[in-house]
Each structure stands twice: as structure tokens, then as C-alpha cells.
């Protein structure tokens, strides 16, 4: 084995720079048997080895002081299957270039969460979701999946082939192996038309759940501080394609929810007071808007201002009552919250660790600004959303662990049991999976 892709261990930093870590080394192997010999030459000097994205993980779950690897050189689009409309690519391929790879080949993937930076292993192995009423996570339109394990086997697995690997694995938290290549189900592209629409509190509240059924995708933000929400509701278009003008789709995603946003977050967390009377004024000055694109243009949009995240699932059918809760809280405590309160759902699905596993779910989740003091905030709403059953996006912060997760999960027992199996010696942990997978 060469070491020409090795490289010298330096600091790394996730995207919100709330989580470091120093690994010994960093590899970036070019291929599947490179990769596995990094595995095994791991072993053979007794370090831990874990795989790292783009760092859009809010937890720690990537953070090693062992080998770090990096899947810059595992990219690419390796087959396409159009019989039986699927698409394997290779794990370190960002969902920009997959989207855009697909859009060439007139394809596209039925559901996604709302940006695209993450690579494909990073954004399935934590569970990465848009919001849909049928369609679920990006992780359960996997078809296959292919992983290097801890004696450096390449295992493959499908519903047909270690189907309990592919029940765990298609959200594996990096616990079960290095991800290598990814088989998703895709279908012919086709266009989403989206209906953003300002709309007060209660009436978002109150008609939750006749939104979410009329719609194929529904999604609402609600300004803390005011009764004010922005709704987004997606749904398929016999077109034809419509796309928000360039000036006009400027002003919206780049001027008013980036550019100008940023300035209202850095003054908010200079002057914590001023934030009311911000939440109240941007909050009215996103108006009414619809366009009609190809489904990535629709579902993702750039988020260039930093944060930090907590996100639970909790049942959908306690949604509002954990929401009016959250929003009880905020108005009684002396909490001002900068960020909008975000609200999605999703579909019950079969994979173990899914926090929508066995249950039709809806997320809610809270940010604040980078370098904004989080704690207090996202405790008290990790105490509303626990009251709720809430499962805690593996991604975002939390402060649960195995003994909570246990119960959380009825198939939690399946994930650590293939875990024992593919991997006794843990050369995949780190603390943060000692922590909610337990030793």
C-alpha cells in the first residue's frame, strides 16, 4: 500500500464550528480496496476509524482522534439503471452533483431534504429528510448498499441480500462500517410546483392536518415572537416549468433569507432585546409566491447563515399540542429566539434507528445563530419534545443516550445487535456513539 492518500492530521472543524476534533492521521483513499486497507492498517495500529462528509452534522458523530477519512475521491455516478430505475453512486458524491448529475440523465430522486451540500453517505447514515405525506426519508429510497467493515470486507446488502444489515445500515450513524456506494430509487424527473404562502399561527395550527393531507409536501415556519408562519406547500405539476424570475428569486433566497438575514442575526445576538421587533418585521416581509421547477430547484435552498440545531420527531398526531407548547414556553421565559421554528413530516418507514421507524412523525425543529448561547433554549425544548416521545435527529443536538433511545426505538435492539456482529471491537466509536448506542 502507497501512502499518496494519506494526509497530515490538522484540526477539523464541523460546517457550524460548533464541534472539533484532532485525528492522528486523515486518509483519502481513491478507491474501495484503498479504503479498505485503511480500514485494516487502522486495526493493525489500534485506532479508531471514522468517515466524514461535509461536516453539516451538528453532533459529533464524525469526530475521531483516530483516522479520519475523508471520501473526497470516492465520487461519481458508477451505474444507472433505468429498467429498474435506480442509480449507484459512490458515497463521497455531494447531493449537488447527484441532483445535477440526474437532471442530465432526465431523472431525478422522489423526495430530499432542503440543502444539498451533505455528501450521499453523510446525509443517509444520519438520516437526512425533506418533509412528504407519502414519501419519506433520502435514507428509504435506498435499494442497496455497499460498506467496508471492521476486518476490511466489502459487504454488500439489500432487502435480498443481509437484509437486517440493510435494515441498520441504510441509517448507520457510521457505528457499522465505512460507507462506500449507495443504490437509490430514482424516476423520470418531473416538476413540483410550490405554493409559499405567509399564514398566521393558529391557522396553521388548527388546520395541520387537513394541510399535510392535501398536499404532497408541507412545511411551515413559525417566527417565534409573533403569530406569524411562512407555509410551503409542494406538489406535482403537469407544468409547464415556471421558475421564479432571476431578480425576483434573488431578492427572496439569497437578499432577504441570506444576505439580510445574516445582518438581523448578528444584531439579535449583540442586542438579545431587539429580536421581538426583528421576528415581527421579517416576518410580514416574505409575501405570497409561486413557481413551478424540476424537484431539486424546489425542495433545496442555499442556507449560507451559520447555526446550530436541535430537531425532534415526535408522533404527528401530537404535533401541535408539542408545537403550542414550545411556543407557551418561548412567550414565558425571558428566551429571545432569533431563528424560525421549522415543521415537517414524514411517513412511517422500516429501518431501525429511522426516527420516523414504525410511526407516522412530525419534526420540529429550533435553531439559533452561531456563537449564540443554545443551552438553555434547546434543553427546554428537549424537556417538551421527550414528553412527547420525541426521537432526536441523529444529526442535530440532543443530550439523549442509550438508555432513552432504548425505549425510544423498538428495533434498537436489531441495530445493536448487528453492531456486536460486524463490528465487537468497536473501531467504529467515538463518544458520541458510546453515548446513545451504549458500550
Known sequence: MTDTYARTASTWRNWAGNVTARPVRVESPASVDELAEVVRR?????????PVGTGHSFTAAAATDGVLVRPDLLTGIRAVDREAMTVTVEAGTPLKRLNTALAREGLSLTNM??????????????????????????SAQIRALELVT???TVLRCSADEHPDVFAAARIGLGALGVVTAVTLAVEPVFLLTAREEPMAFDRVTSDFDQLVAENEHFEFYWFPHTGNCNTKRNNRSAGPAAPPGRVSGWIEDELLSNGIFQVACAVGRAVPAAIPSMARISSRALSARTYTDIPYKVFTSPRR???????????REAAVD???ELKAMIERSPLRVSFPVEVRTAPADDMTLSTASGRDSAYIAVHLYRGTPYQAYF???ERIMTGYDGRPHW????TRDSGYLAGAYPRFGEFTAVRDRLDPDRLFANDYLRRVLGE
Open 42 to 50: 487502522a486495526s493493525e495500529d489500534g485506532l479508531t476509524v471514522k
Open 113 to 138: 431534504g432542503d440543502i444539498m451540500e451533505q455528501t450521499v453517505a453523510g446525509a443517509t447514515s444520519t438520516g437526512t429528510h425533506g418533509t412528504g405525506r407519502d414519501s419519506a426519508s433520502i
Open 150 to 152: 471492521a476486518d476490511g
Open 305 to 315: 447563515v451559520r447555526f446550530v440545531e436541535m430537531e425532534y420527531a415526535v408522533p
Open 322 to 324: 408539542a408545537l403550542g
Open 379 to 381: 434543553t427546554a425544548v
Open 395 to 398: 444529526g442535530k443536538i440532543h
